[in-house]
């Protein structure tokens, strides 16, 4: 009986495992990468209103909430949101059976695989919510979970845990682009303009993300420190916050500009990514 359940046990592993290998996940999750590509270009825009004097919201709930909102936005919303759980799929199936890379160690090729499906299963959740039409605005969902756990015994604890490690990841951001360390993920082109088009905007791009990032933990350590939830506003806050700041609508311009080089990085990390 125990011999049965193992070998049926090994099979479906091997059944997920060629699953998570087959070329049609394949082709879906790199259409992920262009979806979440296409909404980081959006994103961008909407901070570059921001640096304008504009209203707007500047994350990926206003990000979505503009992409619903153009023609034929329910259909690309489910599309997007077809394409982001694919790769968060792929990414999964990266950390479970652990692919062989030669470009990094397996426990960091896990690691990243892990945290990569975390972020594209919750972009996936996001963009699921808008098509369902029960979407709500990151600003609000930020503040809310952060009055939520500053009430917790140890919320605060949690919190500041919770800045620091998007501080963190801020820094990772903007070390891998200066560095133009994400190179190693990606078959770059071999003439001469398109490969520098991809670098250029894969520097450009990880660096503002970093420092997007950094500005997000920022607010979440001041407002907990400050026992004041409510300016825990994801980045749209942070962004805002910027522009208030001494030259602050020009400094907000650039990272906008940033963020599309981003979103447009990702849109060619489609083609060109080591899957």
């Given at each position: 009986?125990?011999?049965?359940?193992?070998?049926?046990?090994?099979?479906?592993?091997?059944?997920?495992?060629?699953?998570s290998?087959?070329?049609?996940?394949e082709?879906?999750?790199?259409?992920?990468f262009?979806?979440s590509?296409?909404?980081?270009?959006?994103?961008?825009a909407i901070?570059?209103?921001?640096?304008r004097?504009l209203?707007?919201?500047?994350?990926?709930?206003?990000?979505?909430?503009?992409?619903?909102?153009?023609?034929?936005?329910?259909?690309?919303?489910?599309?997007?949101?077809?394409?982001?759980?694919?790769?968060?799929?792929?990414?999964?199936g990266?950390?479970?059976?652990?692919?062989?890379?030669?470009?990094?160690k397996?426990?960091?090729?896990?690691?990243?695989?892990?945290a990569?499906?975390?972020?594209?299963?919750?972009?996936?959740v996001?963009?699921?919510?808008?098509?369902?039409?029960?979407?709500k605005?990151?600003?609000?969902?930020?503040?809310?979970?952060?009055?939520?756990?500053?009430r917790?015994p140890?919320?605060v604890?949690?919190?500041?845990?919770?800045?620091a490690a998007?501080i963190?990841?801020g820094?990772?951001f903007?070390?891998?682009?200066?560095?133009a360390?994400?190179?190693?993920?990606?078959?770059l082109?071999?003439?001469a303009?398109?490969?520098?088009?991809?670098?250029?905007?894969?520097?450009a791009?990880?660096?503002?993300?970093?420092c997007?990032?950094l500005l997000?933990?920022?607010?979440?350590?001041?407002?907990?420190?400050?026992?004041?939830?409510?300016?825990?506003?994801?980045?749209?806050?942070?962004?805002?916050?910027?522009?208030?700041?001494?030259?602050?609508?020009?400094?907000?311009?650039?990272?906008?500009?940033?963020?599309?080089?981003?979103?447009c990085?990702?849109?060619?990390?489609?083609?060109y990514?080591r899957?």
């Amino acid at each position: 009986m125990n011999k049965g359940a193992n070998k049926a046990a090994r099979a479906a592993v091997k059944s997920a495992e060629a699953a998570s290998n087959s070329r049609t996940l394949e082709t879906a999750a790199r259409a992920g990468f262009a979806a979440s590509g296409v909404l980081h270009v959006l994103v961008g825009a909407i901070a570059f209103q921001l640096a304008r004097g504009l209203n707007g919201e500047a994350d990926v709930g206003g990000a979505v909430a503009q992409l619903a909102a153009r023609p034929g936005g329910p259909f690309l919303l489910w599309a997007c949101f077809s394409a982001c759980a694919a790769l968060a799929l792929w990414q999964a199936g990266n950390a479970v059976f652990g692919k062989p890379s030669a470009h990094a160690k397996p426990l960091t090729a896990r690691v990243s695989a892990s945290a990569q499906a975390v972020v594209f299963a919750l972009l996936s959740v996001t963009l699921l919510s808008f098509a369902l039409g029960s979407g709500k605005s990151n600003r609000e969902s930020s503040s809310d979970l952060t009055v939520a756990l500053i009430r917790t015994p140890s919320g605060v604890v949690i919190l500041l845990l919770a800045g620091a490690a998007i501080i963190g990841a801020g820094i990772f951001f903007a070390v891998r682009g200066v560095r133009a360390s994400f190179r190693k993920d990606l078959f770059l082109p071999g003439e001469a303009v398109p490969r520098r088009v991809v670098l250029t905007a894969g520097v450009a791009g990880y660096a503002s993300k970093g420092c997007a990032l950094l500005l997000v933990g920022l607010l979440v350590i001041l407002a907990t420190l400050r026992q004041q939830p409510e300016q825990s506003t994801g980045l749209d806050g942070g962004l805002k916050a910027l522009r208030e700041q001494p030259y602050g609508p020009y400094l907000l311009a650039a990272l906008a500009l940033g963020l599309v080089c981003y979103g447009c990085f990702l849109i060619l990390k489609a083609k060109y990514a080591r899957m």
